[in-house]
C-alpha cells in the first residue's frame, strides 16, 4: 500500500512541507500511510490524498464553513464539469480576470511550472488548467471536496490534490507561478491573513487571481445580514428547506418574464436608473433569489445555499482590497468591479 501512494504523492514530495513549521515531510508506513515532520508530525494520507486539517483544530467558524461546503459539493459533485456550467464559468472567470480569449489564458498557463488552484472545490479549474498547462497543477480545498475533484479529474503525473487551509498551506513560499483564488477568500476566517499567506507563495514574477465578494447596497446587505443570521441558526435540513424555497421564488420571478423600470438613480440605496428582469433586480437589490434556466435544480438550491448557510461570507468594498494589494509586493494587472464581487490579476514584482 505505501508504494502505491507513494508513486502518487513522492512525485512530488519536494513540494510538500509541514504547514506549521515549513519543514519537509517524509513518507511513512505503518497502519495508514502519512506524511511526517522533523518534529514527529503526522499527516495522514487517504485515498492517495494527504490531509493537512482537522475539523477539531480549526476555529469554529472555520470548521463550520468546511462542513456546509463538504455538504454542498458532495450535492453537486460534478459542478463545473457539466457542459452548462463548466462554460458559464469559463466564461465569467475570463472576463473577470481579464483575458481577452481562451486561447490568450492557455498560452499563459503554458508558461507556468507549477499552478496552485486554492479553494478547488470539486476540481472544475483543476480541470481546466491540466488541460491548458504543461507543468504541475495543485489543488488545495479545506473540504472533502478534494475527494470528488480526485473522481472528477482522475490520476493524473501533473496532479497534487490535497485537503488544507489556506492560511497555512502545505507548500514552500515562492512556490507557483499562477495562484489562483476564486471566490473562495471570502469564506476564511480571516481573509486578509490568508490572503497575505497566498502572496508568499507566489514567486516574484509570478501572478495571483482572487475574488472576493463586493458590498452591495444597503437594503441588500441588511436582508444578507438577516437572513444569514436565521440560515446559521438551523440545522443543515431547515437551511436546504430554505434554499429551496428562495430558488423557488426566484425561478417563479424568473418564469414570469417581467421587467420594472426604475426612473433614476438613488446613490444612498445603491439603486441605479434601468430597465431590469424583475427577478434580477430583487437578486441584486433586495435578497439573494438566485435561479439559472439552464442549471438543474438541485445546482440552483445549491448557489443559494452556499450563500445563507456558510459561517464566514465576508463582503468588502474596491478600495479594501486596493489597500491590501498596495501592502504586498504586488501590482495590478487587470480589476473587475463586478455587481456580485471584486476579482483581481496582479503580479508579484521582484522585491
Not at 258 to 287: H, K, M, S
Not at 311 to 340: C, K, N, Q
Request: proline share 5%; with cysteine.
Amino acid at each position: 500500500m505505501l508504494a502505491e501512494v507513494g508513486a502518487a504523492v513522492q512525485r512530488h514530495l519536494e513540494l510538500l512541507v509541514d504547514p506549521i513549521s515549513g519543514a519537509h515531510l517524509r513518507l511513512a508506513g505503518g497502519d495508514e500511510p502519512s506524511l511526517v515532520a522533523p518534529n514527529g508530525s503526522r499527516y495522514p494520507i487517504r485515498d492517495g490524498i494527504p490531509r493537512f486539517v482537522e475539523a477539531e483544530r480549526l476555529p469554529a467558524d472555520q470548521a463550520s464553513t468546511g462542513e456546509t461546503f463538504s455538504l454542498k459539493w458532495s450535492r453537486i459533485s460534478r459542478f463545473g464539469h457539466d457542459e452548462a456550467t463548466r462554460d458559464f464559468h469559463h466564461r465569467w472567470y475570463l472576463q473577470r480576470y481579464g483575458w481577452p480569449s481562451e486561447e490568450d489564458f492557455a498560452a499563459f498557463l503554458r508558461t507556468c511550472a507549477r499552478v496552485l488552484d486554492a479553494g478547488c472545490g470539486v476540481g472544475r479549474d483543476v480541470a481546466w488548467y491540466l488541460g491548458h498547462s504543461r507543468g504541475l497543477v495543485a489543488g488545495v480545498d479545506i473540504s472533502t471536496a478534494v475527494d470528488s475533484a480526485a473522481e472528477n479529474v482522475g490520476r493524473h503525473e501533473r496532479l497534487l490534490l490535497v485537503q488544507g487551509d489556506l492560511a497555512q498551506l502545505p507548500f514552500p513560499p515562492a512556490s507557483f507561478d499562477y495562484v489562483a483564488c476564486d471566490q473562495v477568500l471570502q469564506h476564511t476566517a480571516d481573509p486578509r491573513a490568508s490572503f497575505r499567506h497566498l502572496v508568499s507563495r507566489v514567486r516574484p514574477g509570478g501572478v495571483i487571481a482572487f475574488y472576493v465578494y463586493r458590498i452591495k447596497g444597503p437594503v441588500r446587505e441588511f436582508c444578507d445580514d438577516y437572513l444569514r443570521r436565521a440560515t446559521m441558526a438551523m440545522s443543515e435540513a431547515e437551511a436546504y428547506r430554505f434554499s429551496e424555497a428562495v430558488t423557488r421564488f426566484g425561478k417563479g420571478l424568473t418564469e414570469q418574464q417581467v421587467q420594472i423600470t426604475v426612473p433614476g438613480d438613488i446613490p444612498e440605496l445603491g439603486i441605479t436608473a434601468g430597465t431590469f428582469d424583475v427577478q434580477r433586480w430583487l437578486y441584486w437589490n433586495v435578497f439573494k433569489c438566485f435561479y439559472n434556466a439552464d442549471w438543474d435544480w438541485e445546482t440552483n438550491v445549491m448557489t443559494n445555499y452556499d450563500w445563507y448557510r456558510p459561517a464566514t461570507a465576508f463582503r468588502y468594498r474596491p478600495e479594501e482590497i486596493r489597500a491590501w494589494i498596495a501592502e504586498e509586493p504586488l501590482e495590478i494587472v487587470h480589476e473587475d468591479i463586478g455587481d456580485a464581487g471584486l476579482s483581481y490579476r496582479c503580479r508579484r514584482t521582484a522585491s
